[in-house]
């Protein structure tokens, strides 16, 4: 699965919608007027016979440490650290349990690997939704 997939199948997970846009590395979302979001964008839009407002936000858990926490939160997924240098996290989906295993390798950035799990772990979660 590549990293947008993850990234698309993780926002629907969490009820945004993705536009199939990508900016600056980030998935660029529809805002529905009530989630609080960062980096919120406001678009004219014509749709032919009137123009409205059109509002976006870029959501990028891949990078983003505060995304990926509030990822982690919404679908209460568990993160633990075994081993020297492996992130393990779970979820509870409808059938069973999902588990994602990230060796980082000596050196590597424990950061990006455990957003990189979580990130792995909400798109397994929002695809066992559809």
């Not at 990508?22 to 979001?37: F, I, N, R, S």
């Not at 950061?111 to 979660?125: Q, Y």
Request: glycine content about 10%; some cysteine.
């Amino acid at each position: 699965m590549t990293e947008i997939q993850m990234l698309e199948l993780a926002a629907k997970a969490i009820g945004y919608k993705p536009t199939g846009e990508m900016w600056m590395g980030g998935l660029v979302c529809a805002w529905d007027g009530k989630t609080q979001v960062r980096n919120l964008k406001q678009h004219m839009v014509d749709d032919g016979d009137k123009i409205r407002i059109s509002h976006t936000f870029v959501w990028n858990p891949r990078n983003d440490d505060g995304d990926s926490r509030r990822l982690q939160n919404h679908l209460r997924i568990g993160v633990e650290y075994e081993k020297l240098h492996t992130v393990v996290v779970w979820c509870q989906v409808v059938d069973g349990w999902i588990t994602e295993h990230c060796e980082d390798g000596m050196g590597a950035d424990i950061d990006d690997k455990t957003r990189l799990a979580v990130l792995r772990a909400a798109a397994e979660f929002g695809k066992a939704m559809h």
